[in-house]
Nanobody
């Protein structure tokens, strides 16, 4: 069983900063990539940022230069530092991990956290 537990969401004023974290635990053999997605009310879930096991990162155009994704491999934890927040960043932020649970079943699967609310007031 794999669990992804997010923390760090909350309410912040526009222009402020927030950091969210996600820790993966359970039966994990290898994590290939971790990332953050978000879903605003009435909208589809969208990619925010991802980071691979090799440290390669990818960002949505809307957050480039403002958000930074990082990862602590020893702790199976991914972070998202969000600066210069805007009201349009308001959403539920979901952690995602693409991982392998066993060397005997080397097929990566996607796992999701329960989500953490980020609200940016104007």
């Amino acid at each position: 069983q794999v669990q992804l537990v997010e923390s760090g969401g909350g309410l912040v004023q526009a222009g402020g900063s927030l950091r969210v974290s996600c820790a993966a635990s359970g039966s994990i053999f290898r994590i290939d990539a971790m990332g953050w997605y978000r879903q605003a009310p009435g909208k589809e879930r969208e990619l925010v940022a991802t980071i691979t096991s090799g440290g390669n990162t990818n960002y949505a155009d809307s957050v480039k230069g403002r958000f930074t994704i990082s990862r602590d491999r020893a702790k199976n934890t991914v972070y998202l530092q969000m600066n210069s927040l805007k009201p349009e960043d308001t959403a539920v932020y979901y952690c995602n991990a693409n991982l392998v649970i066993s060397a005997f079943i080397p097929v990566p699967r996607n796992y999701w956290g329960q989500g953490t609310q980020v609200t940016v007031s104007s």
